[in-house]
C-alpha cells in the first residue's frame, strides 16, 4: 500500500533513447511533482501538475514531458537521452493548498551509457 | 525568492551522542517548514514540519525541531542517536501562502553514525 510509487528503480540506457518513468499516488492528491536530484544530492523541482495547469521550471529541456492520464498517475518522458540526464529522478505528490506536505516516491536512479 | 542553507555538508556523531542539524532559510515572510530524511537507496521521508504555533515540533523516529524567527532557523535535534539515523537530510520551505509546488529544498547534511 505504497502511497507514491514510481516504477522502475533502476534504469540503464544509452544516449540517444527514449525512457519513460512511471508514478504512481494512492493518496488522493491533486497534484504531482517530477524531481531531479543531482550527483550532488540537490533536489531541484523539474515539474508540478494538477487538472488545471501544468508548471515546468524553465531549466528543464523540453526532451523532457509529463504525461497525466489521469488524477493519480503522472509520468515522465525522456527524449533524446544524454550523459547529463543521469540523475536520481523523484516523483512526489500533495494536495494543491497550503499547510499541506508533499510525499515522495522511492527515486528511479537513471544512468544514460 | 525564497532559499535555504544547510551549512554543515557532512556531520559525524557517535552512537548515542546528541545530534543537531542546522537550517537557515531565506524569505520575506514565515514559511512553512519541513524535515526530510532520505536512507541510503531510499526515498525522502517526511520527518517534521511547521506550519504555525508551537515552535518546537515533534516529528517521527524521536526528532525535534525548533523554529526560531529571530535567526530565521529551523535545526533539527534528536537526543541519542541511533546506528539507523545514518542518513542524508534536507530542509525545505515553502511559502505560507502556498502549495507544496513552491517547496524549495536546501542541499542536504549527510550523517554519519560510529558504532
Known amino acids: 500500500d505504497t502511497a507514491v510509487s514510481q516504477t522502475p528503480k533502476y534504469l540503464v540506457t544509452q544516449m540517444g533513447n527514449d525512457k519513460s518513468i512511471k508514478c504512481e499516488q494512492n493518496l488522493g492528491h491533486d497534484t504531482m511533482y517530477w524531481y531531479k536530484q543531482d550527483s550532488k544530492k540537490f533536489l531541484k523541482i523539474m515539474f508540478s501538475?494538477?487538472?488545471?495547469?501544468?508548471?515546468i521550471n524553465e531549466t528543464v529541456p523540453n526532451r523532457f514531458s509529463p504525461k497525466s492520464p489521469d488524477k493519480a498517475h503522472l509520468n515522465l518522458h525522456i527524449n533524446s537521452l544524454e550523459l547529463g540526464d543521469s540523475a536520481v529522478y523523484f516523483c512526489?505528490?500533495?494536495?494543491?493548498?497550503?499547510?499541506?506536505?508533499?510525499?515522495f516516491g522511492q527515486g528511479t536512479r537513471l544512468t544514460v551509457v | 525568492a525564497q532559499s535555504v542553507t544547510q551549512p554543515d555538508i557532512h556531520i559525524t556523531v557517535s552512537e548515542g551522542a546528541s545530534l543537531e542539524l542546522r537550517c537557515n532559510y531565506s524569505?520575506?515572510?514565515?514559511?512553512?517548514l519541513f524535515w526530510y530524511v532520505q536512507s541510503p537507496g531510499q526515498g525522502l521521508q517526511l520527518l517534521l514540519k511547521y506550519f504555525s504555533g508551537d515552535t518546537l515540533v515533534q516529528g517521527i523516529k524521536g526528532f525535534e525541531a525548533e523554529f526560531k524567527r529571530s535567526q530565521s532557523s529551523f535545526n533539527l535535534r534528536k537526543p541519542s542517536v541511533h546506528w539507523s539515523d545514518a542518513a542524508e537530510y534536507f530542509c525545505a520551505v515553502s511559502p505560507s501562502s502556498g502549495s507544496a509546488r513552491q517547496l524549495t529544498f536546501g542541499s542536504g547534511t549527510q550523517l554519519t553514525v560510529l558504532p
Open positions: 524569505y520575506g515572510a514565515t514559511p512553512y
Open positions: 512526489a505528490s500533495s494536495y494543491e493548498q497550503p499547510n499541506t506536505e508533499a510525499f
Open positions: 501538475y494538477n487538472n488545471k495547469e501544468l508548471i
